[in-house]
């Protein structure tokens, strides 16, 4: 699923004079995919998904997008977004911030059901914002294996990872 700040931004994009295919490519997305996702995306923003349109009237859908893309919440998938605010039993969305996230451990949301994907995406989200998850070791095997698959997975890139072997080789003691 495509996060609302991605849909904005290739918004955007188009309305600045790109053409579909353009503004979807720095996300990894076809021309098919953006022009099915905006078209779910603009009425939501109470305008009309029609490329002439927005070519004829670019501030509205700019400044449209512009409200999406300043809001943090919005960079998060839908669908996570309501997951968490379920899962952390939050009175609305307005209360899920990158600060009231930060304060709880990866493996807090990895027990609230968050999966490793989110969790990734909930990282991302937080770093973008000058924050990360509460630095917590894990405490069970089960989220011990999930950091030593991540470090097998750099190590698969060719990427150092000595000292994430370290810093676990000194958990194990």
Known sequence: MISDMTKANILIAIAEGQSVSEAAK??????AQARGALSR???????RWNLEEVRANPKK?????????ASPKNA???VLRDDLVF?????SPNELT?????????????????TET???EIQEWLLANGLSCKRKLPETDEYMRV?????ILLDAFGLDVSHPKAQLKNIDE
């Open 61 to 69: 859908y700019i400044d449209a997008a512009l409200a999406i893309v």
């Open 98 to 114: 990158p600060q009231y996230v930060s304060n709880i451990a990866a493996e807090t949301l990895l027990s609230h059901g968050v």
């Open 118 to 120: 989110g969790l990734v």
């Open 76 to 78: 998060l998938r839908r």
């Open 26 to 31: 720095p996300y990894g997305l076809s021309y």
């Open 41 to 47: 995306f603009c009425p939501q923003l109470k305008l």
């Open 147 to 151: 950091v030593q698959k991540a470090i």
């Open 87 to 91: 899962q952390l039993k939050l009175r």
